[in-house]
C-alpha cells in the first residue's frame, strides 16, 4: 500500500478542485468563497480553478481553529 498525501499530489489537487467546478455550475456572480483549510489540497484546487474561471470571486480561507469574521 502506498500513501498518497491529499494535500502534494497534483493529481489529488486537480480532483479536489472539482469542488469549484460544482460551485460554478450551481450559483454565477458568486462575490466570496469560504474554503476550509487543513493540508491545503482542497484550497489549492478550488482556489486554482476559481481563480481561473472567475477571477472575480474574493477566496477567504481559514483554519478550522478559527473563527469565522
Do not use: H
Not at 24 to 31: C, H, M, P, Q, R
Amino acid at each position: 500500500m502506498v500513501f498518497i498525501p491529499p494535500f502534494d499530489d497534483y493529481k489529488i489537487i486537480e480532483g479536489q478542485g472539482t469542488v469549484g467546478v460544482e460551485i460554478l455550475e450551481d450559483l454565477s456572480g458568486i462575490d466570496y468563497v469560504f474554503i476550509p483549510v487543513g493540508g491545503g489540497g482542497l484550497s489549492a484546487g478550488v482556489g486554482t480553478y476559481l481563480k481561473t474561471m472567475s477571477p472575480n470571486t474574493k477566496l477567504l480561507a481559514w483554519n478550522r481553529k478559527e473563527r469565522l469574521p
